[in-house]
Protein backbone atom coordinates (compact mmCIF):
# COMPACT_ATOMS: atom_id res chain seq x y z
CA UNK A 1 0.00 0.00 0.00
CA UNK A 2 1.14 3.50 -1.17
CA UNK A 3 2.39 5.92 2.06
CA UNK A 4 1.47 9.32 3.00
CA UNK A 5 3.39 11.65 5.64
CA UNK A 6 1.53 12.27 8.85
CA UNK A 7 4.36 15.18 10.83
CA UNK A 8 7.10 13.16 10.59
CA UNK A 9 5.75 9.78 10.10
CA UNK A 10 5.06 7.51 7.30
CA UNK A 11 1.65 5.90 7.17
CA UNK A 12 -0.75 3.62 5.04
CA UNK A 13 -2.37 5.75 2.79
CA UNK A 14 -6.33 4.08 3.99
CA UNK A 15 -6.60 4.20 7.65
CA UNK A 16 -9.00 2.42 9.66
CA UNK A 17 -11.49 4.62 12.21
CA UNK A 18 -12.45 2.42 15.03
CA UNK A 19 -15.09 4.54 16.49
CA UNK A 20 -17.53 1.74 14.85
CA UNK A 21 -15.95 -1.30 16.67
CA UNK A 22 -17.98 0.91 19.90
CA UNK A 23 -20.53 2.68 18.64
CA UNK A 24 -21.86 5.29 16.21
CA UNK A 25 -23.22 2.98 13.38
CA UNK A 26 -25.19 0.08 13.50
CA UNK A 27 -24.71 -2.32 16.47
CA UNK A 28 -21.09 -2.59 17.32
CA UNK A 29 -19.09 -5.98 17.09
CA UNK A 30 -18.47 -8.19 19.92
CA UNK A 31 -14.80 -7.17 21.71
CA UNK A 32 -13.15 -10.17 20.56
CA UNK A 33 -14.64 -9.96 16.65
CA UNK A 34 -13.44 -6.16 17.13
CA UNK A 35 -10.00 -7.45 17.91
CA UNK A 36 -10.23 -9.76 15.04
CA UNK A 37 -11.05 -7.02 12.65
CA UNK A 38 -7.95 -4.61 14.08
CA UNK A 39 -5.50 -7.54 13.40
CA UNK A 40 -6.52 -8.22 9.95
CA UNK A 41 -6.30 -4.72 9.70
CA UNK A 42 -2.41 -4.74 10.11
CA UNK A 43 -2.15 -7.97 7.96
CA UNK A 44 -3.68 -6.13 4.97
CA UNK A 45 -1.22 -3.07 5.51
CA UNK A 46 -3.52 -0.70 7.60
CA UNK A 47 -0.76 1.19 10.06
CA UNK A 48 -3.43 3.89 11.29
CA UNK A 49 -5.92 4.05 13.76
CA UNK A 50 -7.66 6.50 14.88
CA UNK A 51 -9.36 6.40 18.75
CA UNK A 52 -10.80 9.29 20.93
CA UNK A 53 -11.36 9.20 24.36
CA UNK A 54 -15.02 9.72 23.28
CA UNK A 55 -15.36 6.48 21.61
CA UNK A 56 -17.31 4.65 24.07
CA UNK A 57 -16.41 7.05 26.83
CA UNK A 58 -13.51 5.45 26.69
CA UNK A 59 -14.16 1.16 25.66
CA UNK A 60 -12.71 1.76 22.23
CA UNK A 61 -8.94 3.40 23.46
CA UNK A 62 -9.37 -0.03 26.27
CA UNK A 63 -10.26 -2.22 22.82
CA UNK A 64 -7.22 -0.73 21.04
CA UNK A 65 -4.76 -1.12 24.02
CA UNK A 66 -5.73 -5.05 24.37
CA UNK A 67 -5.62 -5.69 20.44
CA UNK A 68 -2.17 -3.80 20.05
CA UNK A 69 -0.73 -5.23 23.25
CA UNK A 70 1.80 -7.27 21.43
CA UNK A 71 2.28 -5.08 18.24
CA UNK A 72 2.44 -1.39 19.33
CA UNK A 73 5.50 -1.13 17.35
CA UNK A 74 3.79 -2.09 14.12
CA UNK A 75 0.56 0.74 13.98
CA UNK A 76 0.32 4.39 14.37
CA UNK A 77 -2.12 5.97 16.81
CA UNK A 78 -4.25 8.33 16.61
CA UNK A 79 -6.59 9.54 19.44
CA UNK A 80 -8.25 12.73 20.76
CA UNK A 81 -8.71 14.97 23.43
CA UNK A 82 -11.26 17.90 24.10
CA UNK A 83 -14.59 15.85 23.84
CA UNK A 84 -15.42 13.21 26.14
CA UNK A 85 -17.80 11.40 28.14
CA UNK A 86 -19.16 12.60 31.64
CA UNK A 87 -21.73 11.34 33.76
CA UNK A 88 -23.16 9.65 30.00
CA UNK A 89 -23.33 12.68 28.41
CA UNK A 90 -20.87 14.06 25.59
CA UNK A 91 -19.02 17.32 27.05
CA UNK A 92 -16.84 19.86 25.41
CA UNK A 93 -13.93 20.54 27.40
CA UNK A 94 -10.87 22.45 25.70
CA UNK A 95 -9.54 23.31 29.10
CA UNK A 96 -5.54 22.72 29.90
CA UNK A 97 -5.96 20.80 32.90
CA UNK A 98 -8.62 18.68 31.22
CA UNK A 99 -6.69 17.76 28.28
CA UNK A 100 -3.53 16.75 30.11
CA UNK A 101 -5.87 14.93 32.42
CA UNK A 102 -7.47 13.38 29.67
CA UNK A 103 -3.59 12.60 27.76
CA UNK A 104 -3.07 10.51 31.33
CA UNK A 105 -6.25 8.68 31.02
CA UNK A 106 -5.81 7.61 27.18
CA UNK A 107 -2.34 6.83 27.71
CA UNK A 108 -3.21 4.29 30.41
CA UNK A 109 -6.44 3.05 28.40
CA UNK A 110 -4.20 2.19 24.83
CA UNK A 111 -1.31 0.71 27.28
CA UNK A 112 1.48 2.56 25.37
CA UNK A 113 4.31 5.23 26.73
CA UNK A 114 3.41 8.18 24.08
CA UNK A 115 0.57 9.07 21.62
CA UNK A 116 1.66 9.16 18.15
CA UNK A 117 -1.26 11.53 17.34
CA UNK A 118 -3.23 13.59 19.65
CA UNK A 119 -6.18 15.58 17.81
CA UNK A 120 -7.93 17.90 19.42
CA UNK A 121 -11.61 16.63 19.22
CA UNK A 122 -13.74 20.15 18.97
CA UNK A 123 -12.36 23.66 20.06
CA UNK A 124 -14.10 24.29 23.08
CA UNK A 125 -14.94 28.12 21.73
CA UNK A 126 -14.99 29.28 25.53
CA UNK A 127 -11.62 28.44 25.15
CA UNK A 128 -8.96 30.32 23.12
CA UNK A 129 -7.76 27.72 20.99
CA UNK A 130 -4.00 29.31 21.03
CA UNK A 131 -4.68 28.09 24.84
CA UNK A 132 -5.45 24.68 24.57
CA UNK A 133 -3.11 24.04 21.62
CA UNK A 134 -0.60 25.79 24.01
CA UNK A 135 -1.27 22.91 26.82
CA UNK A 136 -1.18 20.09 23.62
CA UNK A 137 2.33 21.20 23.36
CA UNK A 138 3.49 20.80 26.55
CA UNK A 139 2.90 17.70 26.35
CA UNK A 140 4.50 17.08 23.37
CA UNK A 141 7.39 18.49 24.67
CA UNK A 142 6.76 15.89 27.99
CA UNK A 143 7.41 13.09 24.98
CA UNK A 144 4.01 11.38 25.64
CA UNK A 145 2.66 12.45 22.52
CA UNK A 146 5.00 13.21 19.30
CA UNK A 147 2.41 15.43 17.18
CA UNK A 148 -0.77 17.15 17.78
CA UNK A 149 -3.92 17.54 15.21
CA UNK A 150 -7.40 19.11 14.94
CA UNK A 151 -10.44 17.56 13.93
CA UNK A 152 -13.62 19.70 12.45
CA UNK A 153 -11.97 23.15 12.52
CA UNK A 154 -11.79 26.32 9.70
CA UNK A 155 -9.00 27.52 7.65
CA UNK A 156 -8.74 30.53 10.37
CA UNK A 157 -8.63 28.14 13.37
CA UNK A 158 -6.01 25.86 11.47
CA UNK A 159 -3.50 28.60 11.17
CA UNK A 160 -4.43 30.23 15.02
CA UNK A 161 -3.30 26.95 15.88
CA UNK A 162 -0.44 26.54 14.16
CA UNK A 163 1.23 29.64 15.38
CA UNK A 164 0.91 28.36 18.54
CA UNK A 165 2.63 25.01 18.06
CA UNK A 166 3.15 22.74 14.10
CA UNK A 167 -0.16 20.69 13.31
CA UNK A 168 0.64 18.04 11.58
CA UNK A 169 -3.25 17.15 10.99
CA UNK A 170 -6.29 17.98 10.80
CA UNK A 171 -9.28 15.61 10.28
CA UNK A 172 -12.47 16.78 8.69
CA UNK A 173 -14.94 15.20 6.45
CA UNK A 174 -14.65 14.68 3.28
CA UNK A 175 -16.08 13.16 0.53
CA UNK A 176 -18.18 14.00 -3.17
CA UNK A 177 -21.17 14.33 -0.20
CA UNK A 178 -19.28 16.25 2.17
CA UNK A 179 -16.72 19.05 -0.09
CA UNK A 180 -16.51 21.89 2.87
CA UNK A 181 -12.34 21.82 2.91
CA UNK A 182 -12.72 22.84 -0.35
CA UNK A 183 -13.71 26.14 1.01
CA UNK A 184 -9.99 27.09 1.71
CA UNK A 185 -8.79 24.50 4.48
CA UNK A 186 -7.08 22.62 1.88
CA UNK A 187 -4.93 25.50 0.85
CA UNK A 188 -4.17 26.34 4.49
CA UNK A 189 -3.33 22.65 5.13
CA UNK A 190 -0.82 23.14 1.85
CA UNK A 191 0.95 26.56 3.05
CA UNK A 192 1.38 25.12 6.29
CA UNK A 193 2.47 21.63 5.74
CA UNK A 194 -0.33 19.68 7.58
CA UNK A 195 -1.92 16.29 6.31
CA UNK A 196 -5.87 16.11 5.50
CA UNK A 197 -7.04 13.07 6.90
CA UNK A 198 -10.27 12.94 5.31
CA UNK A 199 -12.96 10.59 7.09
CA UNK A 200 -15.86 9.30 5.75
CA UNK A 201 -14.78 9.35 2.30
CA UNK A 202 -17.75 6.91 1.16
CA UNK A 203 -20.31 9.39 2.66
CA UNK A 204 -20.85 7.54 5.97
CA UNK A 205 -21.84 3.96 3.43
CA UNK A 206 -24.15 5.73 0.78
CA UNK A 207 -21.66 6.40 -1.74
CA UNK A 208 -20.76 2.50 -1.34
CA UNK A 209 -24.68 1.78 -2.06
CA UNK A 210 -24.84 0.14 1.08
CA UNK A 211 -27.62 2.07 2.42
CA UNK A 212 -31.38 1.49 0.89
CA UNK A 213 -33.62 2.49 3.72
CA UNK A 214 -31.87 4.63 6.94
CA UNK A 215 -35.62 3.77 8.73
CA UNK A 216 -33.48 0.61 9.30
CA UNK A 217 -30.39 1.79 11.37
CA UNK A 218 -30.22 0.99 14.32
CA UNK A 219 -31.63 2.26 17.22
CA UNK A 220 -28.62 4.10 18.17
CA UNK A 221 -27.03 4.56 15.05
CA UNK A 222 -25.96 8.55 14.69
CA UNK A 223 -26.88 9.01 11.26
CA UNK A 224 -30.73 8.48 12.35
CA UNK A 225 -30.13 12.32 13.44
CA UNK A 226 -28.03 13.56 10.29
CA UNK A 227 -30.31 15.73 8.36
CA UNK A 228 -29.22 14.03 4.45
CA UNK A 229 -30.61 10.94 6.42
CA UNK A 230 -34.24 11.82 6.79
CA UNK A 231 -36.40 10.71 4.54
CA UNK A 232 -37.14 13.49 2.72
CA UNK A 233 -33.76 14.44 2.20
CA UNK A 234 -32.76 11.03 1.62
CA UNK A 235 -35.24 9.82 -1.02
CA UNK A 236 -33.49 13.17 -3.21
CA UNK A 237 -29.78 11.79 -2.61
CA UNK A 238 -31.17 8.39 -3.65
CA UNK A 239 -31.89 9.87 -6.91
CA UNK A 240 -28.94 11.57 -7.47
CA UNK A 241 -26.98 8.19 -6.49
CA UNK A 242 -27.45 6.32 -10.15
CA UNK A 243 -25.99 8.60 -12.10
CA UNK A 244 -23.14 9.36 -9.53
CA UNK A 245 -22.32 5.48 -10.00
CA UNK A 246 -22.69 5.77 -13.84
CA UNK A 247 -20.33 8.79 -14.05
CA UNK A 248 -17.64 6.77 -12.19
CA UNK A 249 -18.19 3.97 -14.58
CA UNK A 250 -17.74 5.86 -17.78
CA UNK A 251 -14.72 8.32 -16.22
CA UNK A 252 -12.99 4.57 -15.34
CA UNK A 253 -13.65 3.20 -19.29
CA UNK A 254 -10.36 4.77 -20.94
CA UNK A 255 -8.36 3.39 -18.15
CA UNK A 256 -9.98 -0.63 -18.39
CA UNK A 257 -11.01 -3.22 -20.95
CA UNK A 258 -15.09 -3.67 -20.49
CA UNK A 259 -14.23 -6.92 -18.90
CA UNK A 260 -11.74 -4.94 -16.17
CA UNK A 261 -14.50 -2.43 -15.66
CA UNK A 262 -17.40 -4.49 -15.21
CA UNK A 263 -14.84 -6.29 -12.48
CA UNK A 264 -14.92 -3.16 -10.61
CA UNK A 265 -18.43 -3.40 -9.64
CA UNK A 266 -18.13 -6.26 -7.27
CA UNK A 267 -13.95 -5.93 -6.56
CA UNK A 268 -14.72 -5.15 -2.70
CA UNK A 269 -16.65 -8.34 -2.15
CA UNK A 270 -14.31 -10.65 -4.18
CA UNK A 271 -11.54 -9.11 -2.48
CA UNK A 272 -12.61 -10.00 0.55
CA UNK A 273 -13.87 -13.45 -0.41
CA UNK A 274 -10.42 -13.75 -2.45
CA UNK A 275 -8.43 -13.30 0.23
CA UNK A 276 -10.30 -15.64 2.63
CA UNK A 277 -9.92 -18.24 0.22
CA UNK A 278 -6.36 -17.69 -0.54
CA UNK A 279 -5.42 -18.18 3.03
CA UNK A 280 -7.57 -21.40 3.59
CA UNK A 281 -5.54 -22.89 0.50
CA UNK A 282 -2.30 -21.49 1.50
CA UNK A 283 -3.45 -23.52 4.70
CA UNK A 284 -4.01 -27.05 3.07
CA UNK A 285 -1.01 -26.61 0.72
CA UNK A 286 1.23 -26.34 4.04
CA UNK A 287 -0.69 -29.06 5.99
CA UNK A 288 -0.28 -32.14 2.86
CA UNK A 289 3.45 -30.40 1.20
CA UNK A 290 5.47 -33.05 3.03
CA UNK A 291 3.59 -35.91 1.94
CA UNK A 292 3.03 -34.95 -1.53
CA UNK A 293 6.89 -34.27 -1.65
CA UNK A 294 7.32 -37.86 -1.04
CA UNK A 295 4.15 -39.20 -3.20
CA UNK A 296 6.24 -37.49 -6.11
CA UNK A 297 9.81 -38.72 -5.08
CA UNK A 298 7.48 -42.16 -5.91
CA UNK A 299 6.46 -40.55 -8.86
CA UNK A 300 2.85 -40.61 -7.60
CA UNK A 301 -0.18 -37.31 -8.16
CA UNK A 302 -1.98 -36.85 -5.16
CA UNK A 303 -3.81 -34.03 -6.73
CA UNK A 304 -1.77 -31.55 -3.81
CA UNK A 305 -3.50 -28.23 -4.01
CA UNK A 306 -0.47 -25.59 -5.09
CA UNK A 307 -0.15 -22.31 -3.50
CA UNK A 308 -1.38 -19.14 -4.94
CA UNK A 309 -0.05 -15.31 -5.18
CA UNK A 310 -2.28 -12.66 -3.03
CA UNK A 311 -3.10 -10.18 -5.40
CA UNK A 312 -4.31 -6.79 -4.05
CA UNK A 313 -6.17 -4.28 -6.00
CA UNK A 314 -5.69 -0.44 -4.94
CA UNK A 315 -6.26 3.17 -6.11
CA UNK A 316 -4.19 5.75 -4.97
CA UNK A 317 -5.81 8.88 -3.47
CA UNK A 318 -3.81 11.97 -3.31
CA UNK A 319 -4.68 12.46 0.35
CA UNK A 320 -4.71 10.19 3.21
CA UNK A 321 -8.10 8.23 3.71
CA UNK A 322 -9.70 7.24 6.55
CA UNK A 323 -12.72 4.88 6.44
Known sequence: ?????????????????????????????????????????IELGITHFDTAALYGFGANESLLGEAFAGCRNRVHLATKCGMTGVDGRRV????????????????????????????LHRWDKRVPVEESIGAMADIVASGYVRAIGLSEVSAATLR??????????????????????????LEACRALGTTLVAFAPLARG??????DDPGQFAPRDI???????????FAINQRLLAPYRALAQEALQPFFSKEVAKALEVVVAKLVHG?????????????????????????????????????????????????
Not at 10 to 39: F, K
Not at 206 to 211: E, H, W
Not at 223 to 230: A, D, E, K, L, T
Request: hydrophobic share 30%; net charge positive.
Open 160 to 185: RASAVHPVSAVQNEYSLWSRNPELGL
Open 1 to 41: MNTRRIGTASVAEIGLGCMCLSHAYGVPPAPRDAQRVLHRA
Open 92 to 119: IDGRPETLKRTCRESLTRLRTDVIDLWY
Open 206 to 211: FLAGAI
Open 275 to 323: HEQHQLRARRWRRCRRPCARAESRGEDRGCPQPTAHYRFSLTPNIAHQR
Open 223 to 233: RRGMPRFQPSH
